[in-house]
């Protein structure tokens, strides 16, 4: 294990918040006990440098002027998701049958396509445009566009500290935003 003291601690908290999206101390903090990581996350919100939030069972970091909301960035981090709401923005009006469809893929449409689907309305990123012979049609609304816009922005951050790519690649596991990643 590595010895870190609360300055380098910060410094790396520092790096991680600078792209404005929400962070899991523990992902910042490779082979600190999980207690010293705590320490350090607790000390760092009551310097006021970020707030803090659970979510998931999950202590998380967030920059006090943050991009995207936890529930949001969690959000993006399912390519199921992300795909669904990559949907919704290339397509000007969709109906919901397609929406489900595009959803599922090959697959028949099942209850998680459904459930998707669901998310994308809880969330106000797609709405009801209007409705014609029983058929709903749906359309993206702007928070839609944003979160699509900003989650194309989204990237793990590097770490001068970091050398295995294994540790990077479990950073956010189900993300592959961007084409080529620095680890």
Do not use: C
Request: glycine share 6%; no cysteine; net charge neutral.
């Amino acid at each position: 294990m590595s010895v870190i003291n609360e300055k380098q601690a910060f410094s790396l908290f520092d790096t991680a918040l600078e792209t404005g999206f929400p962070m899991r101390p523990r992902d910042i903090l490779v082979n600190v006990p999980a207690a010293k990581a705590s320490q350090f996350m607790r000390s760092y919100v009551r310097q006021g440098r970020a707030s803090y939030e659970t979510w998931g069972n999950q202590d998380w970091l967030v920059p006090h002027a943050p991009r995207l909301d936890v529930e949001q960035f969690h959000f993006i981090q399912s390519p199921r998701h992300l795909s669904a709401l990559g949907y919704a923005h290339s397509h000007r009006i969709f109906t919901q049958k397609d929406l489900f469809a595009a959803i599922a893929g090959d697959r028949p449409v099942d209850a998680e396509a459904r459930k998707t689907a669901a998310r994308l309305w809880h969330l106000d990123l797609v709405e009801q445009r209007s409705e014609s012979g029983g058929e709903k049609y749906f359309g993206i609304t702007p928070k839609g566009r944003k979160l699509f816009e900003v989650a194309k922005e989204y990237h793990v951050p590097q770490f001068e500290d970091r050398g295995d790519r294994a540790d990077l690649s479990k950073f956010h596991a189900v993300l592959d935003l961007e084409a080529v990643r620095n680890p």
